[in-house]
Nanobody, 128 residues
Framework: QVQLEESGGGLVQAGGSLRLSCVFS????????MGWFRQAPGKEHEFVAA????????YYADSVKGRFTFSRDGAQNTVTLQMNNLNPEDTAVYYC?????????????????????WGQGTQVTVSS
């Protein structure tokens, strides 16, 4: 029933900015918590950011805190990841994920296996 589609990836120079979007196709958008993960070449999946369904809590990985901003647009059923001051270590395929409901503990949002739906990913490449 739920489908996710990421867009906005591309090639940018170090220090530049990029904005990723994830379109949520389905019912009850605000019943889902949303997350972003990424996978760089030769590395494991890595948590990036997440926001609870009620919008009262947002979590960021330490590596992106202060540079990335998570937001949700209910009118268009989309979530946005604004990425500023990018560096080559941010190069990866970025994935959008959806979770039905909300967990009280922040630690759960770092785990891939708690999310119910995933997008196909969008490539982000940062050159030096």
């Amino acid at each position: 029933q739920v489908q996710l589609e990421e867009s906005g990836g591309g090639l940018v120079q170090a220090g530049g900015s990029l904005r990723l979007s994830c379109v949520f196709s389905g019912r009850a958008f605000f019943s889902y918590s949303m997350g972003w993960f990424r996978q760089a070449p030769g590395k494991e999946h890595e948590f990036v950011a997440a926001g609870t369904s009620r919008g009262d809590r947002i979590y960021y990985a330490d590596s992106v805190k202060g540079r990335f901003t998570f937001s949700r647009d209910g009118a268009q059923n989309t979530v946005t990841l604004q990425m500023n001051n990018l560096n080559p270590e941010d190069t990866a395929v970025y994935y959008c994920a959806a979770l039905a409901g909300t967990y009280s503990s922040s630690t759960y949002y770092y785990r891939r296996d708690i999310y119910d739906y995933w997008g196909q990913g969008t490539q982000v490449t940062v050159s030096s």
